[in-house]
């Protein structure tokens, strides 16, 4: 069983579409996660949301809007895509505080042409 | 502003040649500090998560430390299939992951 999925693996559109990253966790956990991957390979923090919460990074975006219609999926939406949005983007989940680490789904490779 | 970083970039070993990685944090109210391997085409895998200075953790060939300001990950007598890069990152008080850019390790046999 997977653990944390997300769909799709890999997601190729033209500037100024709108796209959808799917995630789902089948962990009980309470807090889902956005990253993204650039191509230097940082990863960078986009989104934290639980039940109670949702933190946004401020340099994110506010083309980027996290959606979750319940504890176990947090779905990533794209506005108006541009160049500058290809990167790897990885779903993750955690217990409230992360202290046993965080459990990342395997990404989306987003191209934008 | 939180700050992870990673040193070196790249690292090249030959099997069986041990050697260590590492990871400085200036992190505001830090609640633990994470290693993760990312293999190619993956999501990052949790290692450990250290919490305290003095604190130790290991898995196999792989050994975590930690101190106020870094954290070593010692790799003892590596094998090929350790090759991946290796992350770290820090957990703030916001409970936020700020990640290093990451180690690529590579071990030839």
């Known amino acids: 069983d997977t653990a944390v999925s997300q769909t799709p693996k890999y997601l190729v559109t033209q500037m100024g579409n709108d796209k959808s990253i799917k995630c789902e966790q089948n962990?009980?956990?309470?807090?889902m996660y956005w990253y993204k991957q650039d191509s230097k390979k940082f990863l960078k923090i986009m989104f934290s949301y639980n039940n109670k919460e949702l933190i946004i990074n401020e340099t994110v975006p506010n083309r980027f809007s996290p959606k979750s219609p319940d504890k176990a999926h947090l779905n990533l939406h794209i506005n108006s895509l541009e160049l500058g949005d290809s990167a790897v983007y990885f779903c993750?989940?955690?217990?409230?505080?992360?202290?046993?680490?965080?459990?990342f789904g395997s990404g989306t490779r987003l191209t934008v042409v | 502003e939180d700050q992870v970083t990673q040193s070196p970039e790249a690292l090249r070993l030959q099997e069986g040649e041990s050697s260590s990685l590492n990871c400085s944090y200036t992190v505001s109210g830090l609640r633990g500090l994470f290693w993760y391997r990312q293999d190619p085409g993956k999501g990052p895998e949790f290692l450990f998560t250290l919490y305290s200075a003095g604190e130790e953790k290991e898995k196999e060939r792989l050994k975590a430390t930690l101190t106020k300001k870094e954290s070593f990950l010692h790799i003892t007598a590596p094998k090929p299939e350790d090759s991946a890069t290796y992350l770290c990152?820090?957990?703030?008080?916001?409970?936020?992951?700020?990640f290093g850019g990451g180690t690529r390790l590579m071990v030839k046999p």
């Open positions: 993750a989940s955690s217990q409230e505080g992360g202290g046993y680490g965080y459990t």
């Open positions: 990152a820090a957990n703030n008080a916001g409970n936020m992951l700020t």
């Open positions: 962990l009980g956990h309470d807090t």
